[in-house]
């Protein structure tokens, strides 16, 4: 910061009328950009807002996890990430306002969710007029996340895993188990039953659902995620008083899975694609940077897991990066995340 005394005004004074009158390059104010509305994606209409303090920075779309757990909600969270980068959010097909738009959707699969991602990849493109960004997947968005750079790499600069899965089933069979001993340790002994022989394909029974989640632990408390998730919750407010439009959309789309009445459509489609993802069923050899930064107290997702797909990998370029905080890092611990991905994206860009 230059400090304008007296005397240094007085000498200014005596500058040549001619250089003082010479025009003086002025450096351009930040223009944000802020915007969201209903985009045509795969023959409905879609959720999509772009959003960051300056529309010239790295555009970033960020994948939402769940599945069916849409951040249109939680905007408000980004705004440490819309400080540095030009964010982008979709609710995905049978999610949040998407949903609330549409009720259930069509074609609820990883195939049409994959090309839905492309589209809404080139709609924000050319919103920002860049010609590739910055993949950005949480949990079941870094499993979609995979699926959609292996088809189109040439839209990405890279691909940011975070709450990184590998092995869906491995996640589903731990799980389970620990349901089953919920259940059995609770006197149920045929939800245990149950519990002990269900399988992927069950998911389509919805009483079997709702047994599968009655007794499925939930993040552990206390625990790395629990105070982040009462934040969720304190933005969503409740399914009898949403606290906005988007929270009542994300009620209607994603009903509590173990409530006997509610019929959670979306998840029933989706879960199966979930724990039945391999990381590595689409081969090792990825055209575009890869980098996972996942959080070292994650127990969803072992981060053990993820380095070791990591180093698996064949890519550009790679890397993996833990930081404090659990499966919900990459939003509990923003500055953490961000500084790490700063350090993967400066060596590309």
């Known amino acids: 910061m230059f400090v ?11 500058i040549p009328a001619a250089i003082a009158l010479a025009p003086v390059a002025v450096r351009a104010s ?43 909600p939680f905007l408000s969270l980004f705004a440490p990430w819309e400080e540095r980068y030009v964010v982008a959010q979709w609710d995905q097909r049978g999610a949040g306002r998407t949903f609330g738009k549409n009720g ?24 920002v007029k860049a010609h590739k960004l910055i993949l950005v997947g949480f949990s079941w968005g870094a499993a979609l996340g995979l699926n959609v750079i292996r088809q189109r790499p040439d839209l990405f600069y890279a691909f940011v895993g975070t709450g990184q899965p590998i092995s869906g089933r491995d996640i589903f069979e731990s799980m389970r ?3 089953a001993a919920r259940a059995e340790e609770a006197g149920d002994a045929q939800a245990a039953a149950e519990l002990k022989r269900f399988a992927v394909s069950d998911f389509a029974d919805m009483t079997k659902l709702h047994t599968y989640f009655r007794w499925t632990a939930p993040f552990p408390n206390p625990g790395p995620d629990w105070d982040f ?16 439009a988007a929270a009542a959309d994300f009620f209607a789309s994603n009903p509590p899975p173990d409530n006997p009445v509610a019929h959670p459509v979306c998840l029933q489609k989706l879960l199966p694609y979930s724990f039945e993802f391999d990381a590595r069923a689409g081969g ?8 996972v930064i ?5 127990p969803r997702c072992p981060p053990e897991a993820a380095r070791a797909f990591v180093d698996q990998v064949r890519a550009p370029a790679k890397n ?8 919900f890092a990459c939003l509990s611990n923003p500055t953490g995340f961000l500084n790490a991905l700063e350090s993967d994206v400066s060596r590309l860009i």
């Open 104 to 127: 259930t959707s069509p074609n609820m699969t990883m195939v049409q969710l994959t090309q839905d991602a492309i589209d809404v990849t080139q709609y924000v493109l050319g919103r």
């Open 4 to 14: 304008f005394t007296r005397r240094r005004l007085l000498s200014l004074a005596t």
């Open 229 to 244: 998730i009462g934040k969720l919750f304190g933005l969503l407010g409740s399914p009898d008083k949403p606290a906005s």
């Open 177 to 179: 188990l620990s349901a």
């Open 284 to 291: 090792l050899d990825l055209k575009v940077p890869y980098f």
């Open 320 to 327: 993996f990066t833990a930081i404090d905080g659990g499966h």
């Open 294 to 298: 996942q959080g070292r107290n994650d």
């Open 30 to 72: 930040p223009r944000p950009i802020a915007e969201e509305g209903f985009v045509p994606i795969g023959g409905i209409e879609q959720w999509v807002a772009i959003r960051g303090r300056n529309r010239s920075r790295l555009p970033i779309l960020f994948l939402h996890g769940g599945p069916c757990e849409a951040q249109s």
